[in-house]
């Protein structure tokens, strides 16, 4: 099992450029979501998909776009990138139901920077 | 809106040592905290705590929860420069998607 994945690692963008950031999940898992983390701010949520085929705005969601390809794969682009969308992108998953559901498992992260 | 406070915001000690570290939150309709280690990469699930006054333990970290008081606190002992890392705690209340609220998290570095 490779868990959650996540590419590309590391990306430089020029500044209204576009690209998607790739999430895919072995785990069976229904749920995924994407989060950015900013020095000091923790982690805040974008976007997630309860299920797939279903979306939903986060904290965060202004800029970005995502879309649930299929049960495994859940990504996230950026139409017209902007310098305040530098930062760190994790990928997760959690489990649909049970004990332990909300236990959400993270991808190593795609570093973002936008110039 | 949910809430999670982290503090102290970073922590600098020497092995051996004890570390307490805390996590208080405001959450509609509570369901679960859970703990997290981020190293130098993704974060890494430590605990899930869901009811009052039950220690969850795991080697030399522990972990509590008061849901009157509406914090809970991560216990290290007996350090290790290996805990060096970042400590996240977040909160599940009632809302669609099993979603989570985090903290900001506490820095932890340990000396030799």
């Known amino acids: 099992n490779a868990g959650v994945t996540q590419t590309p690692k590391f990306q430089v963008l020029k500044t209204g450029q576009s690209m998607t950031l790739q999430c895919a999940q072995d785990?069976?898992?229904?749920?995924m979501y994407w989060y950015r983390q900013d020095p000091g701010m923790g982690l805040r949520l974008i976007y997630y998909s309860a299920s797939e085929g279903t979306t939903d705005k986060g904290e965060v969601p202004n800029g970005y776009n995502v879309s649930r390809l299929n049960k495994r794969e859940f990504s996230l682009r950026l139409e017209s990138a902007a310098p305040s969308q530098t930062s760190v992108y994790f990928c997760?998953?959690?489990?649909?139901f049970g004990r332990g559901r909300e236990t959400q498992y993270f991808g190593p992260g795609t570093r973002l920077l936008v110039l | 809106e949910d809430k999670v406070v982290q503090s102290p915001l970073s922590l600098v000690v020497h092995e051996g040592d004890t570390v307490t570290l805390n996590c208080s939150y405001e959450?509609?309709?509570?369901?679960?905290l859970l703990w997290y280690k981020q190293e130098k990469k993704a974060p890494t699930f430590l605990f899930m705590l869901?009811?009052?006054?039950i220690e969850k333990k795991s080697g030399r970290l522990s972990s509590i929860l008061d849901k009157k008081e509406l914090f809970s606190i991560l216990n290290i002992t007996a350090t290790q420069t290996g805990d060096s890392a970042v400590y996240l705690c977040a909160v599940s209340g009632l809302r669609a998607g099993n979603m989570l609220t985090f903290g900001g998290g506490t820095r932890l570095m340990v000396k030799p």
């Open positions: 869901t009811s009052s006054g």
């Open positions: 997760a998953s959690s489990a649909p």
């Open positions: 959450v509609t309709n509570f369901r679960s």
């Open positions: 785990m069976n898992h229904n749920s």
